[in-house]
């Protein structure tokens, strides 16, 4: 059993403390430091473009006419995370690009402990200008998934198998 119940990990140049749990949570209370930080360096650029291409997009679009703000919510760049455990990567992603909003998703067990997380980095002011954090329970499944659109069934199973894989290969490399 561990007595610990915190993780200082820094993700895209940004420290975060982390509450963790592994002895209720098991692989879902832990922060992957290693996995997380290789997944949001090659993650973030691609962010990073997607949003400035909103923010572009934007900017054409209300100089030449009225933006509402239901229309600057179609240009933040959304950013859904499955199974985020402790929610490391999705805020990392919030506290390091700007104009984001991340929802953090995972089963119900979960879902307390990646509040607190997403709490705790909110109050300490760690979120990039204009991003937003947000936490929701997702039991999702084969069906669920399949039940998407398909772009971003593609792009959240793409994410998750990249995320996993991730894993493994740490894994691996810590046993070697």
């Known amino acids: 059993m561990s007595d610990k119940t915190r993780e200082d990990v820094e993700i895209?140049?940004?420290?975060?403390?982390?509450?963790?749990d592994p002895d209720s949570l098991n692989e879902a209370g832990v922060v992957w430091a290693p996995a997380v930080r290789a997944l949001a360096s090659a993650i973030a650029p691609i962010v990073v473009a997607e949003a400035e291409a909103r923010r572009s997009s934007s900017a054409v679009a209300s100089s030449s006419s009225e933006v509402d703000s239901s229309t600057d919510r179609a240009h933040t760049t959304r950013i859904l995370e499955l199974g985020a455990g402790t929610g490391a990567l999705g805020i990392a992603l919030a506290c390091a690009v700007p104009d984001v909003r991340v929802t953090l998703t995972d089963l119900d067990a979960v879902v307390p402990l990646l509040r607190t997380n997403a709490d705790a980095t909110r109050?300490?002011?760690?979120?990039?200008?204009?991003?937003?954090l947000r936490v929701a329970e997702l039991a999702w499944s084969r069906d669920t998934v399949l039940g998407l659109d398909d772009a971003p069934a593609d792009a959240a199973a793409?994410?998750?198998?990249?995320?996993?894989e991730c894993a493994r290969k740490h894994d691996r490399e810590r046993r070697a």
Do not use: Q, W, Y
């Open 12 to 20: 895209l140049g940004v420290n975060h403390t982390l509450a963790i």
């Open 123 to 132: 109050d300490a002011g760690k979120l990039a200008r204009g991003s937003e």
């Open 158 to 164: 793409a994410a998750r198998r990249a995320k996993r």
